[in-house]
T-cell receptor, first 110, second 117 residues
Framework: EDQVTQSPEALRLQEGESSSLNCSYTVSGLRGLFWYRQDPGKGPEFLFTLYSAGEEKEKERLKATLTKKESFLHITAPKPEDSATYLCAVRENTGNQFYFGTGTSLTVIP | DTEVTQTPKHLVMGMTNKKSLKCEQHMGHRAMYWYKQKAKKPPELMFVYSYEKLSINESVPSRFSPECPNSSLLNLHLHALQPEDSALYLC????????????????FGQGTRLTVV
């Protein structure tokens, strides 16, 4: 069965302190790996799609990378407004199901 | 436009009530989803519609009844719910499997915060 594991479960950073979130996955055939940001009480907001190993995507202070077994979400010089839960999900080559990890709760302290 | 619109935003219902949640998208997506999310947990899949046909039902109790009247709309009918059904209900949409490469991501609505009393 497809599995997605995220670590750490929670992360506290000082403003400006760069770090990375990890998403490990096992899937029979990867159609896409996705990163979402979710604020409390709101729906997940789409950030990135990665399709193949070696691919990278960037948006402001966020950069997502992909290998054959895991993805990293690098946060450079974070600000308090980056505080949120970051969810990773994968989709197989066949079917319409998305498999979510349990998320990383990020808190950036001013 | 990547917007998925859910109504209502908040809903309080008694255990004997019947209510419906509504979801709408105009991205041409032919796969639509209902998820349930409890606090500090990831979204939990309930139903998937593909080309307006129910393709996945994750053993959801019959007090939840989905409906997909057309390619843009998705409803979730609620009846005789229990307090433990209180949660954030999320609708999402994506291009369906088989469409080809690219644009495989799902977009989510802002959710309906449901409280069962």
């Amino acid at each position: 069965e497809d599995q997605v594991t995220q670590s750490p479960e929670a992360l506290r950073l000082q403003e400006g302190e760069s770090s990375s979130l990890n998403c490990s996955y096992t899937v029979s055939g990867l159609r896409g790996l996705f990163w979402y940001r979710q604020d409390p009480g709101k729906g997940p907001e789409f950030l990135f799609t990665l399709y193949s190993a070696g691919e990278e995507k960037e948006k402001e202070r966020l950069k997502a990378t992909l290998t054959k077994k895991e993805s990293f979400l690098h946060i450079t010089a974070p600000k308090p407004e980056d505080s949120a839960t970051y969810l990773c999900a994968v989709r197989e080559n066949t079917g319409n199901q998305f498999y979510f990890g349990t998320g990383t709760s990020l808190t950036v302290i001013p | 436009d990547t917007e998925v619109t859910q109504t209502p935003k908040h809903l309080v219902m008694g255990m004997t009530n019947k209510k419906s949640l509504k979801c709408e998208q105009h991205m041409g997506h032919r796969a639509m989803y209902w998820y349930k999310q409890k606090a500090k947990k990831p979204p939990e899949l309930m139903f998937v519609y593909s080309y307006e046909k129910l393709s996945i039902n994750e053993s959801v109790p019959s007090r939840f009844s989905p409906e997909c009247p057309n390619s843009s709309l998705l409803n979730l009918h609620l009846h005789a719910l229990q307090p433990e059904d209180s949660a954030l209900y999320l609708c999402a949409s994506s291009h369906a499997s088989g469409r080809g490469a690219g644009e495989t991501e799902a977009f989510f609505g802002q959710g309906t915060r449901l409280t069962v009393v």
